[in-house]
């Protein structure tokens, strides 16, 4: 969802850097202009995901996943308003 936000708004990281994915995370607080509450908790569970899928596969607790399922959910309909009140022509 971060992903789509910083392409809606015209933007794109550069792949090939390493930490693109984490600037792709931290953009959300500039595109839908979410709270650094949120960002924190999101490059949280992008951190846990890039150690379990890395160095301790099954290191999720079914109450990590849960609740990352819901801000998944939330981020997605948050993103969507923000694409159709702001970049319409996307849609």
Same mark, same amino acid.
């Given at each position: 969802m971060a992903t789509a936000a910083l392409h809606a708004a015209g933007y794109r990281t550069n792949s090939n850097v390493p930490g693109h994915h984490a600037v792709t995370v931290e953009s959300l607080a500039h595109t839908i202009g979410v709270d650094a509450a949120l960002v924190r908790k999101l490059d949280a569970f992008? +951190?846990?995901?890039?150690?379990v899928s890395y160095d301790a596969p099954a290191a999720v607790s079914a109450k990590e996943a849960a609740d990352m399922l819901?801000?998944?959910?939330?981020? +997605?309909?948050?993103v969507e308003a923000w694409i159709r009140a702001k970049h319409a022509a996307l849609i």
């Open positions: 992008r +951190r846990k995901r890039n150690r819901s801000l998944a959910a939330q981020l +997605r309909h948050d």
